[in-house]
Nanobody
Framework: QVQLVESGGGLVQAGGSLRLSCAASGRAFSSYAMGWFRQASGTEREFVAAITRGDGFTYYKDSVKGRFTISRDNAKNTLYLQMNSLKPEDTALYYC?????????????????WGQGTQVTVSS
């Protein structure tokens, strides 16, 4: 069992930055592949970024490439999402998720564990 708690969301103006954190407890964090998803009001949850458990290979949704960076600190059991050059369309509830496995995963149904989410609001 893995417990995930997101933090770092808030209100920011367009062009600004935020860093989201996801603190994990339970089984060994380093053995899990991790991902970030988001869900805007009235829409389905969508993939944002993923990172593998071993070499930390990363993969991104096209619209966030070059602006967002996913990273992990296995010593601190923490996943991060650095978000720069934020746009109003990035406004959403952001979730972190985890699963066992050696690859990266982009579909929500592939993840076993989820946090409660942290709200990001970008004003124009």
């Amino acid at each position: 069992q893995v417990q995930l708690v997101e933090s770092g969301g808030g209100l920011v103006q367009a062009g600004g930055s935020l860093r989201l954190s996801c603190a994990a407890s339970g089984r060994a964090f380093s053995s899990y592949a991790m991902g970030w998803f988001r869900q805007a009001s009235g829409t389905e949850r969508e993939f944002v970024a993923a990172i593998t458990r071993g070499d930390g290979f990363t993969y991104y949704k096209d619209s966030v490439k070059g602006r967002f960076t996913i990273s992990r600190d296995n010593a601190k059991n923490t996943l991060y999402l650095q978000m720069n050059s934020l746009k109003p369309e990035d406004t959403a509830l952001y979730y972190c998720a985890s699963r066992s496995g050696s690859s990266y995963y982009t579909r929500s149904y592939e993840y076993a564990y989820w946090g409660q989410g942290t709200q990001v609001t970008v004003s124009s």
